[in-house]
Each structure stands twice: as structure tokens, then as C-alpha cells.
């Protein structure tokens, strides 16, 4: 298993136990303690949400506590074989597979779940979960650039708002979310990202202070904790991965291949591709996944600070920058690869795909051609969680880095 590995490594930063821990609580030792608490006496309410569209500042400005609930757990998505369809994409089945059996506490814990309905598989998801759990669903538009959508968008916010606060009216903040509330929800989580850009622009280093399988670990822990304290601990790992920085302790050299994932979500404890390709020998310096770095990307920027203009910035951030193929037209995701692979220097992509995960796979071709024009290398990997498959994509991850690695023995004769 994955987190034992982790622990047997004695080269870790101190900082990454924190979510190695996060996620030991959550998948291993099934301990929901850290939620109890924060529930406290006034029971605060905790919602699910299934997608980074979900604004969690209307969570935590009206006292409740988010959780993000995707699925990535081979064992829960083969409980979902059993109730939807097969070509289902192991994201739903997984999250069906958890609430249908409990076998997660956290799941047992949501007073609410907010499902958007970006893809076929999560509106069917909604419906799905709506036998178990209250279910609210959030009408993401698929084109962003209108006026009728955006004025949808910001109605469905005003929605589950109302929502929200009906089921949180409690006596210590009040039924309404207020103000002051939400103006500091929104300094919580832009601080939570603040501290992810920080490990995003640390890992552009040319010699890597940190592998990306932990550090992905890290972003993905997001989901499961609370985030004024996954901030707290991100910005120590960040000090510590800069201190790392200048005294020259890299995991690896500035000739080790530079991989950038791109594609449908990579969700712990579905962990093989990451380790895969690092045990291979390359090392992933950035992804562009929405359990990755598009998750705590973008800040919000408001003007004044009535609800009203918070509520607009609210609807711009989650809607406007957020380049999931479920978007139609979606060129600003091309642009955004472009720049991250110049940025991070990339050598090539691994481009995931989860089997049933149509939107993804629709975009992969204009991928290849934009980066066929810069001279890097895409590998489209199609996998679900079954570990059964493992060997046969080492041999083609292995087969892919040496094909970097020829090319960049090459440059270095030249
Ligand atoms: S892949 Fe797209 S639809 Fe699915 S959770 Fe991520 S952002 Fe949402
Ligand atoms: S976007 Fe892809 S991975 Fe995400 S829920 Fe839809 S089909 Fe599944």
C-alpha cells in the first residue's frame, strides 16, 4: 500500500507525514476524530461536495464543514459495479460504492451532498445518491462566456446558498450567511491557496525537492481536512521544501525526465500511475488534474465587500478559470498546458484517462497536436482502479521515459 511505502522512505520532508496521516485517518484507520470535533456541541453540519465547481466558501462562511467526496478507491468502485452501469467511470462508481455501503465514515457523516452536473456521470450520480442522502444538485453551465449562463450560474450560488443556510440556521452565526462570514471564508480558503501556489512554484525548480507523488498526496489531502489547518501545514512543508532548496538536497537531478499529468482526476487511494511513472524514474513536477493543482489554483478577487459583490467574485472563480473538458469551448485548457510546459520545463505527458470518462478523452487529440508542434512527447494511459493492469503500464510508462531519456542523452552530445 501506498502510505507503507511512504513511511518505509527515511528521504521524506518531515512536512508530508501531516498528510500522509490526513489520509491514513481518513482510508486506513477510518478516524473521523479531527470532524467530531470541529462538529463540537453545536453540531455543525458537514456537507459532501463532488466537484472543485462546489464553492466551499458558502460552507465555512455558514459554520458547516466541506468535504470532498470523489472517489478513488478500487474497493468502493467495485461495490458500484454492482449498482450502475458498467462503463460507468470509476469516479461515480467509487463515490456510489462508499455511500451505498458506509464503509467510510466520512461518507455516514454528510448531513448533505452537493452533486454538479458537469458530466453524464455526475448528474446519474446525483440521482443515485439522492436512495441514501440529501442530495442538492448544482447546474454548472457547459458554456461559460454567455450572458444567459452566467446569470444561471449565479442564480444556482443564490440557491444553494439558501440551502445552505436552511440547514445550518443554527443560534451561533445566525440563518443568513453574513458578511463578515463570508468575507472570511474567502481569506481562508485564498490562503489555503496561497500556500498550494507556493509548492506549485517551488516544484519549478530544475532539480526537484520534492516528488510529485508526494506532492500530489499533499494537494489531495485538501479534501479530507480542514482548511485553515491544511494551510497551517502546507506553508511548514513549504519552508521546509525552500530550506531544502538552498542547501542543494534534491530527489533527483536536473537531467531526470519532466513529466506533467494531464487528464481525468487521480484520487488517493487510486495512487499507481503516480508511483509508476517516479519508479520508473521520472519525476512528475506539476499535473493539471482537479484533484491536483486546478484545485486550489485560482484565487478569489473581490472589489467592495458587500455579499453581493462576494457572491459575484464567488460565481466568476468557480465558473470563468476552470477549464474541465466538461466545458464546451474549452481552447483556454490548450493555453493553460502550453504554459505549464513551459514553465516546468516538461519532457513529456502522461495523459490519464479513466475508462468511461468521455470528456477527457474527447480533448486528448488537440493535446497531442499542440504539443506535437513544441516536440513533447503525450502517452495517453487508459486505466480504471483495478490494480490488475499495473504491470502491463509499467512496461509502457518504462518504455515512454526511455524514449525521453534517449532524446535527452541526444541534446546533451549535441
Ligand atoms: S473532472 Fe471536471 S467534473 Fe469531474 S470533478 Fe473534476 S472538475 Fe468536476
Ligand atoms: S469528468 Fe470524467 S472522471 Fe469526472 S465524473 Fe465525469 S466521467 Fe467521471
Not at 458500484?80 to 467509487?94: F, I
Not at 454538479?116 to 456521470?121: H, I, K, P, R
Not at 454567455?146 to 440547514?167: A, C, F, H, P, V
Given at each position: 500500500?501506498?502510505?507503507?511505502?511512504?513511511?518505509?522512505n527515511?528521504?521524506?520532508?518531515?512536512?508530508?507525514?501531516?498528510?500522509?496521516?490526513?489520509m491514513r485517518?481518513?482510508?486506513?484507520k477510518?478516524?473521523?476524530r479531527r470532524?467530531r470535533?470541529?462538529?463540537?456541541?453545536?453540531?455543525r453540519?458537514i456537507?459532501g461536495?463532488y466537484?472543485?465547481t462546489?464553492?466551499?466558501?458558502?460552507?465555512?462562511a455558514?459554520?458547516?464543514?466541506?468535504?470532498?467526496?470523489?472517489g478513488?478507491?478500487?474497493e468502493a468502485?467495485c461495490?458500484g459495479?454492482e449498482?450502475?452501469?458498467r462503463?460507468t467511470?470509476?469516479?461515480?462508481?467509487?463515490s456510489?460504492?462508499f455511500?451505498?455501503?458506509?464503509p467510510?465514515?466520512?461518507?455516514?457523516m454528510?448531513?448533505?451532498?452537493?452533486?454538479s452536473?458537469?458530466c453524464?456521470?455526475k448528474r446519474?450520480l446525483?440521482?443515485?445518491?439522492s436512495?441514501?442522502?440529501?442530495?442538492?444538485m448544482?447546474?454548472?453551465?457547459?458554456?461559460?462566456d454567455?450572458?444567459?449562463s452566467?446569470?444561471?450560474?449565479?442564480?444556482?450560488?443564490y440557491?444553494?446558498?439558501?440551502?445552505?443556510?436552511?440547514?445550518?440556521?443554527?443560534?451561533f452565526?445566525?440563518?443568513r450567511?453574513?458578511?463578515?462570514?463570508?468575507?472570511?471564508?474567502?481569506?481562508i480558503i485564498?490562503r489555503?491557496r496561497?500556500?498550494?501556489?507556493r509548492?506549485y512554484?517551488?516544484?519549478?525548480?530544475?532539480a526537484p525537492v520534492?516528488l510529485?507523488?508526494?506532492?500530489m498526496?499533499a494537494?489531495?489531502?485538501?479534501s479530507?481536512d480542514?482548511?485553515f489547518e491544511?494551510?497551517?501545514?502546507?506553508?511548514?512543508l513549504n519552508d521546509?521544501?525552500?530550506a531544502?532548496?538552498?542547501?542543494g538536497?534534491?530527489?533527483c537531478?536536473e537531467?531526470?525526465p519532466r513529466?506533467?499529468?494531464?487528464g481525468?482526476?487521480?484520487i488517493?487511494?487510486n495512487?499507481?500511475i503516480p508511483?509508476l511513472?517516479?519508479?520508473?524514474?521520472?519525476?512528475?513536477?506539476?499535473d493539471?488534474?482537479?484533484m491536483g493543482?486546478?484545485?486550489?489554483?485560482?484565487?478569489i478577487?473581490?472589489?467592495e465587500?458587500s455579499?453581493k459583490?462576494?457572491?459575484v467574485?464567488i460565481?466568476?472563480?468557480?465558473?470563468?478559470p476552470?477549464v474541465c473538458p466538461?466545458?464546451?469551448p474549452?481552447?483556454?485548457?490548450?493555453?493553460?498546458?502550453l504554459?505549464m510546459?513551459e514553465e516546468?520545463?516538461?519532457?513529456?505527458i502522461?495523459?490519464?484517462v479513466?475508462?468511461?470518462?468521455?470528456v477527457?478523452d474527447?480533448?486528448l487529440?488537440?493535446?497531442e497536436k499542440i504539443?506535437?508542434?513544441?516536440?513533447?512527447?503525450?502517452l495517453?494511459?487508459?486505466?480504471?482502479y483495478n490494480?490488475?493492469?499495473?504491470?502491463q503500464?509499467?512496461?509502457r510508462?518504462?518504455a515512454?521515459?526511455?524514449?525521453?531519456?534517449?532524446?535527452?542523452?541526444?541534446?546533451?552530445?549535441?
Amino acid at each position: 500500500m501506498m502510505l507503507a511505502e511512504l513511511d518505509n522512505n527515511s528521504n521524506l520532508p518531515a512536512g508530508i507525514y501531516y498528510f500522509i496521516n490526513i489520509m491514513r485517518d481518513a482510508f486506513v484507520k477510518n478516524q473521523v476524530r479531527r470532524y467530531r470535533q470541529l462538529q463540537g456541541r453545536d453540531n455543525r453540519k458537514i456537507i459532501g461536495t463532488y466537484c472543485i465547481t462546489v464553492p466551499e466558501e458558502l460552507i465555512y462562511a455558514a459554520g458547516a464543514i466541506p468535504v470532498r467526496l470523489c472517489g478513488g478507491s478500487y474497493e468502493a468502485s467495485c461495490i458500484g459495479d454492482e449498482l450502475v452501469p458498467r462503463d460507468t467511470c470509476p469516479v461515480v462508481k467509487a463515490s456510489v460504492g462508499f455511500t451505498s455501503l458506509n464503509p467510510i465514515s466520512l461518507y455516514q457523516m454528510c448531513d448533505a451532498v452537493i452533486v454538479s452536473t458537469t458530466c453524464d456521470a455526475k448528474r446519474k450520480l446525483g440521482e443515485e445518491l439522492s436512495n441514501y442522502t440529501e442530495v442538492w444538485m448544482l447546474e454548472v453551465p457547459h458554456i461559460k462566456d454567455t450572458d444567459g449562463s452566467r446569470r444561471q450560474w449565479i442564480q444556482q450560488l443564490y440557491t444553494l446558498k439558501k440551502n445552505i443556510e436552511k440547514l445550518t440556521g443554527r443560534k451561533f452565526i445566525g440563518r443568513r450567511i453574513r458578511r463578515k462570514a463570508l468575507e472570511d471564508s474567502i481569506g481562508i480558503i485564498n490562503r489555503a491557496r496561497y500556500q498550494a501556489r507556493r509548492l506549485y512554484e517551488i516544484r519549478k525548480s530544475p532539480a526537484p525537492v520534492i516528488l510529485g507523488r508526494e506532492a500530489m498526496l499533499a494537494i489531495n489531502a485538501y479534501s479530507y481536512d480542514i482548511a485553515f489547518e491544511w494551510t497551517r501545514a502546507m506553508s511548514e512543508l513549504n519552508d521546509e521544501l525552500e530550506a531544502l532548496y538552498h542547501k542543494g538536497q534534491f530527489v533527483c537531478s536536473e537531467y531526470t525526465p519532466r513529466i506533467l499529468i494531464a487528464g481525468s482526476p487521480m484520487i488517493f487511494p487510486n495512487w499507481k500511475i503516480p508511483s509508476l511513472i517516479e519508479e520508473m524514474g521520472a519525476v512528475i513536477v506539476t499535473d493539471e488534474t482537479c484533484m491536483g493543482n486546478r484545485y486550489l489554483y485560482d484565487p478569489i478577487g473581490t472589489t467592495e465587500k458587500s455579499v453581493k459583490d462576494m457572491m459575484v467574485g464567488i460565481a466568476a472563480r468557480y465558473l470563468m478559470p476552470c477549464v474541465c473538458p466538461s466545458f464546451t469551448p474549452n481552447e483556454d485548457r490548450l493555453y493553460r498546458l502550453l504554459q505549464m510546459a513551459e514553465e516546468f520545463n516538461i519532457d513529456g505527458i502522461i495523459y490519464h484517462v479513466l475508462k468511461g470518462c468521455v470528456v477527457y478523452d474527447f480533448e486528448l487529440i488537440r493535446v497531442e497536436k499542440i504539443m506535437k508542434e513544441k516536440n513533447i512527447p503525450v502517452l495517453r494511459i487508459e486505466t480504471d482502479y483495478n490494480p490488475e493492469d499495473i504491470e502491463q503500464l509499467r512496461t509502457r510508462i518504462e518504455a515512454f521515459i526511455e524514449i525521453i531519456n534517449s532524446k535527452k542523452r541526444k541534446m546533451k552530445e549535441a
